[in-house]
């Protein structure tokens, strides 16, 4: 059996899942854009387009071509095509094809795409442009495999983390290029500048620990999510593989196997 699944998308949520495929012997190729805006960089295989080898919770994923997927698969590692429509899905043939890009809309997935496609979080219709949808949103349906319907709507708003919700993220005060002054797991306080987006100050809204911030150098729209705070200030959490992630990872892999076996 081709065992091949394809991923779209490459941040945490995304390698959270390719992670449990991998451990679960599937061979998992990511696709991405040229400039990931990947906010919990720590732990998104997303990184290897711009850094290099990236090593999450001890499995290893490298840039590559679609071409050089077989050789990368064959050595135990997870190929990362810069291919932001996905094309190699025709070439690479995969088993599956997954959504994971969490953009709460379809961008481009269809039902046709491969024997077995999984859409993750908002914006999918199972039945209809995909064949199963993954429940993403926090509380007791986390992980849930729906074979019919869709998952609960986009609120805009984050799930509460240490007593906060909207108050944990850090958005883009304007657009343009953005610099760091801080780094991911550095203890911040309330109002404490963790950038600039050109010349405009980025700051926190609580204190607690600086859990996930986007690539410095990255152009940025104004609104734009590119960091978040947890209250909870536990360091580790910041390096390892989010509860909510492995949670979404697991109901992709029920999905595959269920619907691997019924076809």
């Known amino acids: 059996m081709n065992k091949i699944i394809v991923i779209k998308g490459g941040g945490d949520i995304a390698t959270g899942i390719a992670h449990?495929?991998?451990?679960?012997?599937?061979?998992?190729?990511?696709?991405?854009?040229?400039?990931?805006?990947?906010?919990?960089?720590?732990?998104?295989?997303?990184?290897?387009v711009r850094c290099g080898p990236t090593v999450v919770a001890g499995v290893t994923a490298q840039l590559a071509t679609s071409r050089q997927a077989g050789e990368i698969l064959a050595a135990g590692n997870i190929p990362v095509?810069?291919?932001?429509?996905?094309?190699?899905?025709?070439?690479?043939?995969?088993?599956?094809?997954?959504?994971?890009?969490?953009?709460?809309?379809?961008?481009?997935t269809h039902i046709t795409d491969a024997p077995i496609v999984i859409g993750v979080g908002p914006g999918f219709i199972a039945g209809v442009d995909v064949h199963a949808v993954v429940e993403t949103m926090r509380g007791h349906d986390l992980g849930l495999v729906i074979y019919q319907g869709t998952a609960v709507a986009n609120t805009g708003i984050p799930g509460e983390v240490g007593g906060y919700a909207l108050e944990r993220l850090i958005k883009a005060p304007?657009?343009?290029?953005?610099?760091?002054?801080?780094?991911?797991?550095?203890?911040?306080?309330?109002g404490q500048t963790v950038g600039y987006v050109g010349s405009s100050p980025v700051m926190v809204a609580i204190g607690g620990m600086l859990r996930g911030l986007i690539q410095q150098g990255l152009t940025v729209t104004a609104g734009l999510k590119i960091g978040d705070v947890d209250p909870r200030c536990c360091?580790?959490?910041?390096?390892?593989?989010?509860?909510?992630?492995?949670?979404?990872?697991?109901?992709?892999?029920?999905?595959?196997l269920h619907l691997g076996v019924e076809r």
Do not use: M, W, Y
């Open 235 to 256: 360091r580790e959490h910041c390096f390892t593989i989010s509860d909510k992630a492995r949670a979404i990872g697991g109901g992709v892999l029920e999905a595959l």
């Open 174 to 190: 304007t657009a343009g290029v953005f610099t760091a002054c801080r780094e991911i797991g550095d203890s911040v306080a309330a």
């Open 81 to 108: 095509i810069v291919d932001p429509s996905a094309r190699c899905v025709q070439e690479l043939k995969p088993q599956a094809v997954i959504d994971a890009i969490i953009a709460k809309r379809n961008t481009g």
């Open 20 to 48: 449990r495929l991998h451990q679960s012997r599937f061979k998992v190729v990511i696709t991405e854009s040229p400039e990931p805006t990947v906010v919990r960089r720590t732990v998104a295989f997303a990184q290897a």
